[in-house]
């Protein structure tokens, strides 16, 4: 099993069961005790999971940020399924934001069938993606790289975002409730504000994980999103509170 695997199954056998022991990991993963150690190392760096009592206790802080390649694990099947959706808000010849998450990463495979897109991203693997594109003209913000992630952010970051106006903002959370979306990181939040002030639509990717789940700081009300699109149908209390601002959900 390679490392990324093993760390997805631990990180999934944590959710469940909250705290486990080495010996149990190494049982459940075949793998050694040596190699189970790297991984709650890992996880620990990562603030996923903190080592404790012989084992490792799963860490749910509602204003954690995880790292990309954590990130980038969770939940792929609904992240594919949610940019798959997003493609009907799509035209040739946009221009558009996407931000850094690993939720809208998910969609720059699908640009290839487009033509004459141009692309501002604030996301370092986003933009080396499109930039193996021919149909796509890509723009990478300036600022702040952040700490353990593939994240350019600061005031840098949206003063550059300011120097264009988009057809379509792609954005994605760290999770909503009725009123409104919410990021783990200021500094995300901000960089995402500038390309929703400076779009004539947005689009919010945001699988069911994340419902009911606000963060310290506020992303947006649903009155300035045009859509969220999801994989299931959020509670009546979020939906109703979506709908009542004139934004439409998709999933």
Request: proline share 1%; aromatic share 8%.
């Amino acid at each position: 099993m390679y490392s990324k695997e093993r760390l997805d199954k631990i990180i999934e056998i944590l959710k469940a069961k909250k705290h486990v022991s080495a010996a149990y990991l190494c049982q459940q993963l075949y793998a050694s005790t040596s190699t189970i150690r790297r991984d709650i190392l890992e996880l620990e760096k990562s603030g996923i999971a903190k080592k404790s009592h012989g084992g490792v206790t799963f860490i749910q802080g509602t204003n954690i940020e995880y790292s990309s390649i954590f990130r980038e694990m969770e939940n792929k099947k609904e992240k594919s399924y949610i940019c798959n959706l997003a493609l009907d808000f799509i035209s040739d010849g946009y221009a558009i934001f996407l931000d850094s998450s690993s939720t809208v990463s998910n969609i720059c495979p699908l640009l290839q069938n487009y033509t004459n897109l141009t692309v501002v991203t604030n996301g370092v693997k986003t933009a080396l993606e499109l930039a193996q594109m021919d149909s796509v003209t890509t723009f990478i913000a300036g600022g702040q790289l952040k700490q353990g992630s593939t994240s350019v952010i600061g005031e840098l970051s949206g003063s550059f975002i300011d120097n264009f106006h988009a057809d379509l903002s792609i954005i994605s959370c760290r999770g909503i409730n009725e009123n409104g979306a919410y990021e783990a990181n200021q500094m995300q939040a901000l960089v995402k504000q500038h390309m929703i002030n400076n779009s004539k639509a947005t689009i919010l990717l945001c699988d069911s994980s994340k419902f009911d789940q606000p963060h310290f700081y506020k992303l947006s009300s649903f009155r300035s999103i045009t859509a969220v699109i999801t994989d299931k149908q959020p509670s009546s209390k979020i939906l109703n509170s979506i709908l009542e601002n004139g934004c439409e959900v998709l999933y």
